[in-house]
């Protein structure tokens, strides 16, 4: 994939599909920099990927603490290759009881903290003459999500952004994506879910009959951020096994009740 050597800096990569993406571009000999808000998980993460993986306390939503985690990866390691905007937070709640200081909390990770880590990793990849970015969205962005008032706003936004980072920063080298990931099976979402059958449901509406794995997503991000899609950017890669597509099965039909009908009856 061309990706040894190079240093792949992923937000959020302290667990879940983050750790995952980590874990994947170290697998291919990549130096990856573990970015999450505590010092002693990211750093955990760093010291489980192994080789030069390493971990740094930052906060993506603090303009400040992701300028001084830009500059540790300069001095470390003399740039950054490939940016993973992951960090994002979600929390549920219906629109009638959200605050503008929900609303604000949600843009200032999901999309400020975005375009922080835009800003400073940017900037060491045009110093460097290119890289790639890849930013994490979700299928959020097309299809709303359940009490996502900030959320789905959030994840929508990240296409635009996506785009016109891709169009400023084309000629300099740089390309910018977005991987929209689908219903994900992260160690967060099966221990809410133990105990029910909520997973096997869910598995069910996809078309390929099973949820997501965070190895599913890191596989489309190292795609994107690697010389195999050199002509690729600006684009939106949703990896949902179908789910998005699934939407006619909903029609009914005489003659039988589709899975993914009945996972909604249950
Ligand atoms: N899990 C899913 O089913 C799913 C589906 C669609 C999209 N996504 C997206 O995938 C990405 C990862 O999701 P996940 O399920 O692995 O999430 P997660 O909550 O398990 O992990 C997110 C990580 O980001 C870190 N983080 C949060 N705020 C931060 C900040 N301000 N600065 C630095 N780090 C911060 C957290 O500490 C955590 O380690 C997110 O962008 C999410 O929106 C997830």
Redesign the pocket.
């Known amino acids: 994939m061309g990706l040894s050597g190079k240093v792949c800096v992923v937000?959020?990569?302290?667990?879940?599909?983050?750790?995952?993406i980590g874990e994947g571009f170290a697998s291919v000999g990549a130096r990856v920099v573990i970015?999450?808000?505590?010092e002693e998980?990211a750093q955990a993460?760093a010291a489980r990927l192994g080789g030069e993986a390493i971990g740094i306390a930052?906060?993506?939503?603090?303009e400040a603490?992701v300028k001084t985690a830009a500059e540790r990866v300069k001095s470390g390691f003399g740039g950054c290759d490939v940016l993973v905007?992951?960090?994002?937070?979600?929390r549920p709640k219906p629109l009638i009881e959200s605050t503008l200081k929900d609303w604000n909390d949600g843009l200032?990770?999901?999309l400020s903290?975005y375009y922080n880590c835009v800003q400073a990793f940017g900037r060491l990849m045009l110093e460097k003459g290119g890289g790639a970015m890849v930013h994490?969205?979700?299928?959020?962005a097309f299809a709303s999500q359940f009490h996502g008032v900030d959320?789905s706003a959030t994840?929508a936004a990240i296409t635009g952004f996506s785009r016109q980072v891709a169009i400023e920063w084309g000629g300099r080298g740089i390309r910018s994506n977005v991987v929209?990931?689908?219903?994900?099976?992260?160690?967060?979402?099966a221990e809410r879910n133990a105990g029910t059958d909520i997973m096997e449901r869910r598995a069910r509406m996809t078309a390929a009959k099973r949820m997501?794995e965070?190895e599913d997503?890191a596989h489309a991000v190292m795609f994107l951020a690697s010389e195999r899609s050199s002509y690729v950017t600006g684009a939106d890669m949703i990896v949902d096994g179908g789910l998005q597509r699934m939407l006619t099965e909903l029609i009914p039909n005489a003659n039988r009740i589709s899975d993914f009908e009945e996972g909604i009856r249950k």
């Open positions: 937000t959020g990569g302290a667990r879940g599909i983050g750790l995952a970015l999450d808000l505590a998980a993460a930052c906060d993506t939503a603090d603490s905007n992951n960090a994002a937070i979600f200032a990770v999901n903290g994490i969205g979700s299928i959020a959320y994840k929209h990931p689908g219903l994900t099976k992260t160690p967060l979402t997501g965070p997503i």
